[in-house]
């Protein structure tokens, strides 16, 4: 998948593994499209490929025509674990010791099944392990039957980021928002059981009906 | 008036109020306290409130002596966890029910004799709330930003809300 949510086939011969569309630049992301692609900019999708490598988002659930699929990333969008229902990739990124005065070199290691293969700048070296968390993963996807993806929840002051969120909404359609108006929307949402986008629907719907997101 | 005894002054109101509800609102926790109503909202909803409700968004915890029952970091754990069980990849505080939700709805519906008793505003904005014989109620903004830290207001009053923020120098 590429920054503007447009993506290629995983038969892409360029681009159609997770390490050929990482080392073009591109995220991968396994949407189950069977062999699909798109050239077209796609918003949603963009905004997901920024959230996977700006480690907002460590993980893709996505329900394609054959089964379900994972993709869990590093906080730099690496591919860590890639489950299929075919099977379960796992991944780790580490940095070689290099010898000195030279610049160290990444080393890639791949784990699939119960064996791992690490990948040297000019060469394969054989290794075991890498399947717990393959495994793990695999018994998440099988109670998942709908595509989503999984935010991390952070430990900031949700409120105060969801009002800010409404505020960027109102401005978006000529309304600024001052603090009664933040006191009304206190008003609203006190003694009920309301998650993040209850409580942005909620300003939303109180001060400028129709905001998108966008 | 400096501001800590602004803040004194401001949740000295609930001297006397009953503890009765405690709803969340992603991770804002939102006490009731005083006699509960029924409102109809802005958007039109019946709802219950409390006469004072406080909106904390910064950590808390009650206490009872020593003991902490509930507190604002159980949030980070499913509703039926116990010490040292995997917590489930899918488990989302801001849509699943939570240790938090458990603890805190077993307290309200446990413990009899919830009024405040004291109340002393301390340190940049910190609460010491007594409730009852021996529960603590205590509130502590740990971040340096200047955004709230909770607010305390009169839902249905059109009276102007105590906001807890950063003081700037």
């Given at each position: 998948m590429w920054d503007d949510g447009s993506y290629d086939s995983e038969f892409d011969p360029q681009t159609g593994n997770v390490l050929s569309c990482q080392k073009a630049g591109g995220t991968w992301v396994e949407l189950g499209q069977n062999g699909n692609w798109s050239a077209s900019p796609n918003g949603s999708l963009s905004g997901l490929v920024t959230g996977i490598q700006n480690g907002s988002v460590?993980?893709?659930?996505?329900?394609?025509?054959?089964?379900?699929?994972?993709?869990?990333?590093?906080?730099?969008?690496?591919?860590?674990?890639?489950?299929?229902?075919?099977?379960?990739?796992?991944?780790s990124y580490v940095q070689a010791q290099a010898p000195r005065s030279q610049p160290s070199v990444p080393r890639l290691l791949i784990g699939r099944?119960?064996?791992?293969?690490?990948?040297?700048?000019?060469?394969?070296?054989?290794?075991?392990?890498?399947?717990g968390a393959?495994?793990?993963?695999?018994?998440?996807?099988a109670t998942v039957v709908t595509y989503r993806y999984f935010a991390k929840k952070r430990d900031t002051k949700q409120a105060n980021d969801a009002w800010r969120e409404i505020q960027r909404r109102c401005a978006s359609k000529g309304k600024q928002l001052n603090d009664d108006h933040r006191e009304q929307w206190h008003e609203a949402i006190t003694g009920q059981g309301l998650d993040y986008n209850d409580l942005i629907q909620i300003g939303v719907e109180m001060f400028c009906p129709g905001a998108a997101s966008d | 008036m400096d501001y800590r005894a602004k803040l004194q002054q401001?949740?000295?109101s609930l001297i006397g109020k009953r503890l009765w509800g405690c709803a969340r609102a992603t991770n804002m926790v939102m006490f009731q306290f005083g006699e509960a109503r029924a409102i109809?909202?802005?958007?039109?909803?019946?709802?219950?409130?409390?006469?004072?409700?406080?909106?904390?968004?910064?950590?808390?915890?009650?206490?009872?002596?020593?003991?902490?029952?509930?507190?604002?970091?159980?949030?980070?754990?499913?509703?039926?966890?116990?010490?040292?069980?995997?917590?489930?990849?899918?488990?989302?505080?801001?849509?699943?029910?939570?240790?938090?939700?458990?603890l805190i709805d077993f307290f309200l519906h446990e413990s009899t004799n919830l009024r405040v008793r004291d109340i002393k505003a301390g340190r940049a904005a910190s609460l010491c709330i007594a409730v009852g014989e021996n529960l603590y109620l205590d509130v502590f903004p740990n971040d340096s930003l200047p955004s709230e830290h909770w607010r305390l207001l009169e839902p249905g009053k059109k009276v102007p809300h105590f906001v807890a923020a950063r003081i700037e120098p």
């Open positions: 460590p993980g893709v659930l996505s329900q394609g025509p054959n089964g379900t699929y994972l993709t869990t990333y590093a906080s730099t969008g690496q591919v860590i674990t890639d489950v299929t229902p075919n099977g379960a990739t796992t991944y099944t119960a064996t791992c293969v690490t990948l040297e700048p000019c060469g394969a070296v054989e290794g075991t392990g890498a399947v393959a495994l793990i993963f695999g018994a998440t996807v | 401001a949740v000295n109809t909202d802005q958007l039109g909803r019946e709802k219950e409130v409390g006469e004072f409700a406080l909106h904390v968004q910064c950590p808390w915890r009650i206490a009872v002596d020593d003991r902490v029952i509930v507190g604002s970091r159980d949030i980070n754990y499913p509703a039926d966890y116990s010490e040292g069980d995997e917590i489930p990849e899918s488990f989302d505080w801001d849509k699943d029910r939570t240790r938090l939700d458990r």
